[in-house]
Nanobody
Framework: QVQLQESGPGLVKPSQTLSLTCTVS??????????WSWIRQPPGKGLEWMGA???????YYSPSLKSRTSISRDTSKNQFTLQLSSVTPEDTAVYYC????????????WGQGTQVTVSS
């Protein structure tokens, strides 16, 4: 069974870059047709898809976050990473990583989520 685990700092200062890593076990991030996404949920709000990296290494971003978001991967560690630049308190959220077996399929595995607070 695939397991995903988010890691990274819980507190980031405004204007800095938020960096989170999702470590995958029980499956490979290069498995054909799989997509690996980052999603967040601000307090009191719904889930927001931020972007994804495909099994091929191609990346896809939410138009509203594209200018500040970068997703990359380290296949040797079976990890993928989110970087969100120029953060503000509005970026405070629980951040999740998930996997889906194709672009059109819903997520089949989720990490437990990690709280990130943007504050000085």
């Amino acid at each position: 069974q695939v397991q995903l685990q988010e890691s990274g700092p819980g507190l980031v200062k405004p204007s800095q870059t938020l960096s989170l890593t999702c470590t995958v076990s029980g499956g490979s991030i290069t498995t054909n047709y799989y997509y690996w996404s980052w999603i967040r949920q601000p307090p009191g709000k719904g889930l927001e898809w931020m972007g994804a990296i495909a099994y091929s290494g191609s990346t896809y971003y939410s138009p509203s976050l594209k200018s500040r978001t970068s997703i990359s991967r380290d296949t040797s560690k079976n990890q993928f990473t989110l970087q969100l630049s120029s953060v503000t308190p509005e970026d405070t959220a629980v951040y999740y990583c998930d996997s889906s077996r194709s672009w059109s399929d819903p997520a089949d595995y989720w990490g437990q989520g990690t709280q990130v607070t943007v504050s000085s």
